[in-house]
């Protein structure tokens, strides 16, 4: 129980900075999402760091690692996780996995909105 509360409290603040970075006042003529993409790359960058730093010192308390990647980094965005995932399955040699995990989940997350739009208008 005391995990669900480390990652709650990591979601919380994490969930928050995503909150806060959105009412930035960034426009773009183009349209693009650039706090969403910079907020996805961050937290990419972020859960990537956490791992690699986790990994090579083993003696990091867990649950500062459920509380930073599960919590913080999942509350921010969840592509950090997606891209942890992935470059995993890269990394531990399962190319196709990863190439069809990364095409399938992009395709079938944009599907899903524009599905999602369309039944509720």
């Known amino acids: 129980?005391?995990?669900?509360?480390?990652?709650?409290?990591?979601g919380f603040i994490g969930a928050v900075c995503r909150y806060l970075i959105g009412l930035l006042p960034v426009q773009s003529e183009s349209g693009f999402p650039?706090?969403?993409?910079?907020?996805n790359v961050a937290g990419a960058f972020l859960i990537g760091c956490?791992?690699?730093?986790a990994g090579?010192?083993?003696?990091?308390n867990p649950q500062l690692v459920l509380f930073l990647k599960v919590g913080i980094c999942g509350g921010f965005t969840t592509f950090s996780t997606f891209a942890?995932?992935?470059t995993d399955l890269f990394q531990s040699g399962h190319t196709v996995t990863a190439l069809?995990?990364?095409v399938l989940s992009v395709v079938s997350g944009v599907l899903a909105v524009f599905a999602s739009q369309f039944l509720l208008h």
């Open 100 to 102: 069809v995990y990364a």
């Open 50 to 53: 956490i791992a690699t730093y």
């Open 56 to 60: 090579k010192h083993p003696s990091v």
């Open 84 to 86: 942890f995932e992935t």
């Open 34 to 39: 650039y706090k969403t993409f910079l907020i």
């Open 1 to 10: 129980m005391i995990n669900c509360l480390f990652v709650g409290l990591g």
